[in-house]
């Protein structure tokens, strides 16, 4: 009896020594599509609310615990954008519940443009009446405490988990400044494609103890803009995770977007065309999913800086005045909630709080966290200059306050390197030194990880 109550004890320490040396995991989901009917982020042409619902539109949670008992929460949201308002709202909430730092905490939406409009995000883009505005404020103030109780249900499902990543190859994204659309086709069918992409698909895996697959979060570097009618709908990343969920029952898919401001899946404007690039997507998950994945041990390593990204040139307030009447609907509608910044501040900033935050996952993994619609030129440069094969960058991350162009892409100008600022509310374009200003504090933050 003795002896078996010391193998037991000695059973039990083997035991609780292997969980606390290893991860502990938790996912959560919850619908947020709009109650009401509502005006449609993402595109400005559209001149009224939704009117009917493809798929719903999720928030989902993944809250991860190291060896050491740090927690780290990951948000993904089938959303458009946020704004720097919201995403600190948010955040704050999340940060005084579980008493997190900062960079524990990341918000990542999927970018698609069947979801409402949110916050200031894009404001300058949509012309609505006032009872509109109220349904936008009412939407907004409202996600904080959601999402709340979102991390809030996956802490509660906290258990010990085995991490592994690996990564897979999806061929439908095409660089939209290079290609025409309607020659797309007729391209492909010679052969490659103009201009810089990322086909990769990164996927995360998360497995309970038993190895049951409990969360799958992975990325693909294109916009998600396969659809632009009046319903709601995830677009291809919606039909991606509800492809890994059916296959895998029980399973939590998350979707992040990564450096595809400048990457369009074409052809496009069908559900037809959205489920399909959804499940070639799925499948390239699920390939990696069966084949041996790397694990990773319970390290995590987080880091969140706010870097003063500068602008190009503050107009003036007489330009403001003359923009504010200009012909073009947009530039006067920049014109004016410029005005109204300036009028109350006093000032126009000449820098934007830019958000630039790491995740380390084990000794190799990286992933980088950037804001904004990232091009798909920083995605293809870490590759290059951080450990190759081991890193992933995300975008549209903790706040899409613009895009984001390389020094090519800002040279050329175009929709990514300028005219997109009118959209966003921007006072000009970025200056000559964004992308050097972002990859040097990418690389300060992978030095300090080592």
């Known amino acids: 009896m003795y002896r078996y109550l010391l193998g037991l004890i000695a059973s039990f320490a083997l035991l609780t020594t292997a969980r606390a040396d290893s991860w502990k995991a938790g996912f959560a989901k919850v619908a947020i599509t709009p109650k009401t009917f509502m005006w449609m982020s993402g595109y400005g042409a559209r001149t009224a609310p939704a009117e009917g619902k493809e798929t719903e539109l999720w928030a989902k949670a993944m809250v991860l615990h190291d060896a050491a008992g740090a927690s780290s929460v990951m948000v993904t949201l089938d959303l458009v954008g946020i704004d720097r308002t919201l995403s600190q709202a948010i955040c704050k909430g999340i940060q005084a519940k579980y008493q997190l730092p900062r960079e524990a905490v990341v918000l990542s939406v999927s970018h698609t443009h069947c979801g409402p409009v949110v916050g ?16 936008v404020a009412e939407y907004t103030k409202a996600l904080p405490g959601i999402l709340l109780a979102l991390v809030e249900s996956a802490t509660a499902k906290l258990a010990p988990a085995t991490v592994a990543w690996g990564t897979g190859q999806a061929n439908f994204a095409v660089n939209r400044r290079e290609n025409k ?16 992409i990322d086909h990769d698909v990164p996927v995360l895996a998360v497995r309970d103890a038993k190895g049951a697959l409990q969360g ?44 595809g401001a400048d990457q369009n899946p074409i052809p496009r404007k069908t559900v037809a065309q959205a489920k399909q690039y959804g499940n070639e997507l799925a499948v390239a998950v699920g390939k990696v999913l069966a084949a041996p994945m790397t694990p990773l041990k319970p390290i995590l390593h987080r880091q969140y800086e706010e870097i003063a990204l500068p602008l190009h040139a503050i107009p003036t307030r007489e330009q403001l005045v003359k923009d504010s009447t200009a012909a073009d609907k947009y530039i006067a509608s920049r014109g004016k909630m410029l005005l109204k910044a300036l009028e ?23 992933v980088v966290v950037l804001g904004g619609e990232v091009v798909v030129d920083y995605s293809l440069r870490f590759k290059k200059e951080l450990p190759a094969g081991k890193t992933w960058v995300m975008g549209y991350a903790n706040d899409v306050m613009a895009y984001i162009p390389s ?34 504090e990418v690389h300060r933050q992978a030095k300090r990880a080592k």
């Open 216 to 259: 799958v979060v992975f990325g693909y570097a294109c916009h998600a803009t396969t659809l632009s009618f009046q319903k709601w709908c995830g677009d291809y990343p919606g039909f991606a995770m509800q492809g890994i969920e059916d296959a895998n029952p029980g399973t939590i898919a998350m979707f992040f977007a990564g450096c």
């Open 344 to 366: 109350k501040e006093g000032e126009l900033p000449k820098t934007y709080p830019y958000p630039v935050q790491s995740w380390k996952l084990g000794d190799e993994l990286n």
């Open 120 to 135: 200031t995000n894009l404001r300058s883009m949509y012309f609505y009446d006032d009872v509109q505005d109220a349904l």
């Open 181 to 196: 659309e309607a020659d797309v086709p007729a391209l492909r069918a010679k052969g490659p494609l103009k201009g810089p």
């Open 407 to 440: 020094a090519r892409v800002l040279k050329e100008g175009g929709y990514e390197g300028a005219t997109s600022m009118v959209y966003y509310g921007m006072p000009s374009v970025w200056a000559s030194t964004v992308e050097e200003q972002i990859v040097a």
